[in-house]
């Protein structure tokens, strides 16, 4: 399962990450913004050849972001194994939990 599937999986399962979908959903909806807010300003800062917003967009969304930390954390899972659950590459699960 990959992907949405492996989200509703994760947040329905409370041995997976040990939180129940409520926190999961209080959790995503405190740090979400905050993670946006420094992501634009991240964009800022440096110097760029393109406009802010102008490439590729993320294709790993903030939620699975949070899941694959948790998931990696509670279980000490390899990237490997987190990134066929999700259905990305192992690079984008290193930059996601780095």
Known sequence: MTGAGA?????AEYRVTGLSPDVIAELIAEVEPLWH????????????RRAVGAGATH????VDRLLATLVSVRHGTTYDELACWFGVDRSTITRAIG
Do not use: P, S
């Open 7 to 11: 989200r509703e999986l994760i947040v």
């Open 59 to 62: 294709k790993f969304a903030f």
């Open 37 to 48: 807010e420094q992501h634009q300003v991240r964009l800022t800062v440096r110097t760029r």
